[in-house]
């Protein structure tokens, strides 16, 4: 605007000049004067009009500088906008309204697979895979009609390769002369679609697997008491046999009956586990939290499991400095933990002697230890026993029988009550089981 003004002044001084020449030359047609007069005059008007002159050439010349510069930045703002759209890490297209590329950047030749220079001119369908292209044109459709920004997802096709999977992301912008045409952003989002795929495979085979899991346990579960109930009746029997008179047995046969009588309770034993277990991992089992004291209950399990330990001239002692710790828990789960980890310590330890402590741990939690001077367990051993049908020291425990599942069991019961079991252990010098619950177990899902 301001440059435009500036020629119409520049014009209109040029203008200015050569009027006034032409004025002087009639004047001079013209003028009755003497020479020497008419050349003063004429010299005197030819420095006015050069002056103008002067002044307005050098005005042209700082029009033209100004003009220049401003060009100059204009390139430099063009160059920028263009390396920008170059060198953009996703595709950019630039098509007409029915699709037609007029302009691509690298990446959207390198994702078609193919030149810069063969991308232009083509209509853009082409490089969409043969089963996209009716919903592609459905959307090119609508585009030419609709404001603002569209994204799908399509296939597209890239050169000596397989289809992939694209986002595209286009806006229909107006030109100067009344045109409509489209900006592209084009993404391989394949990673992501695989990804994606990979998940929803994952979580199909976790749920196949919860399905398993849940049909075991069934299974387990219904197994377990289909054999509880026969056992009971192998062992009730064989119990009242034993309770004969000697001279009515024999003693061969009074003998072959205490071995049925002591497998049975031993196989019945591991029904029981099997059961708690396959509760416990079906999530079938429920707390019911009832207060009590837990030194007393704990001091009632020890004096249960106390004939255990005196047949192996073990000792057995509780030690606590109250003799109240009053807290609200399932006591028969509770008791379950107790009896599993001491009957282990009594199990695995041939002298010496167990110890269980009873303790609170700040207002809201208590603890209870259980330590042995038995076998113990070795380092590498330590973080596999917690798992089901685990034994370890294979060499050393061999001879004492058991299911691997009663630490399992003690572990998710603790877990269960929001609690934690941790275990030190040192090979010949012992092992020490510590479990720490809240004073008031609250009933968690497992
Ligand atoms: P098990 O029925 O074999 O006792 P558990 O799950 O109760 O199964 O214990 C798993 C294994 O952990 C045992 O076989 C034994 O090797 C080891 N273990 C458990 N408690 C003790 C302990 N107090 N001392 C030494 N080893 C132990």
Redesign the pocket.
């Known amino acids: 605007m301001t440059s435009h003004l500036q020629t119409d002044q520049f014009t209109q001084k040029i203008e200015a000049a050569r009027q006034r020449t032409e004025a002087l030359k009639q004047h001079v047609r013209e003028s009755p004067c003497g020479k020497t007069e008419l050349m003063a005059l004429s010299w005197a008007e030819l420095q006015t009009a050069l002056e103008e002159l002067h002044v307005a050439e050098e005005e042209l010349r700082q029009q033209n500088e100004e003009l220049i510069a401003t060009r100059e930045a204009v390139e430099a703002e063009r160059q920028r906008y263009q390396e920008l759209f170059e060198f953009a890490p996703d595709g950019y297209l630039v098509t007409d309204a029915n699709g037609k590329i007029w302009e691509a950047n690298r990446a959207a030749a390198s994702l078609f697979g193919v030149s810069q220079n063969y991308i232009v001119g083509k209509p853009l369908i082409v490089f969409v895979a043969e089963e996209c292209r009716r919903s592609f044109r459905a959307h090119l459709t609508r585009l030419r009609n609709a404001s603002g920004v569209q994204e799908w997802d399509v296939l597209l096709k890239r050169s000596g390769s397989k289809a992939f999977d694209a986002a595209l992301t286009v806006a229909a912008v107006g030109d100067t002369r009344g045109n409509i045409n489209l900006r592209w952003m084009i993404r391989d989002i394949s990673a992501r679609k695989e990804a994606e795929e990979k998940i929803r495979s994952y979580e199909l085979e976790n749920l196949q697997l919860v399905e398993i899991t849940r049909l075991k346990s069934q299974f387990l579960a219904l197994m377990s008491h289909e054999l509880r109930t026969p056992m009971n009746a192998i062992l009730g029997f064989s119990q009242l046999l034993l309770r004969q008179p000697q001279n009515q047995l024999g003693e061969r046969q009074a003998n072959m009956v205490e071995r049925i009588f002591n497998s049975g309770k031993h196989l019945l034993t591991l029904i029981e ?1 099997i059961l708690n277990f396959s509760k416990l991992e079906s999530g079938n089992l429920e707390l019911n939290p009832e207060e009590f004291n837990l030194v007393e209950t704990v001091t009632d399990t020890v004096e249960e499991l106390r004939s255990l330990a005196t047949q192996k001239h073990l000792e057995i002692h509780v030690k606590c400095d109250r003799d109240n710790i009053s807290v609200v828990h399932d006591k028969i789960r509770l008791r379950q933990i107790l009896i ?2 001491l ?3 009594i ?3 041939d002298v010496g002697e167990v110890w269980v402590e009873v303790y609170e741990v700040g207002p809201n939690k208590v603890a209870i230890a ?1 330590r ?1 001077t ?4 070795a380092e590498s ?1 330590l973080e596999n ?2 798992m089901e049908f ?4 294979h060499f050393l ?1 061999r001879d ?11 572990d998710r019961l603790v877990r269960m009550m929001n609690g934690d079991i941790s275990v030190e ?1 040192k090979l010949g010098v ?2 020490t ?1 510590r479990v720490e619950l809240p004073r008031k177990v609250r009933i968690l899902n497992l």
């Open positions: 586990d599993n980890l009957a282990n310590a199990k695995f330890t259980i042995d038995g076998i113990g367990i051993d026993i917690f685990r034994q370890v020291n425990t004492r029988s058991g299911t691997g599942l009663g630490l399992a069991i003690v252990s012992g092992s089981f």
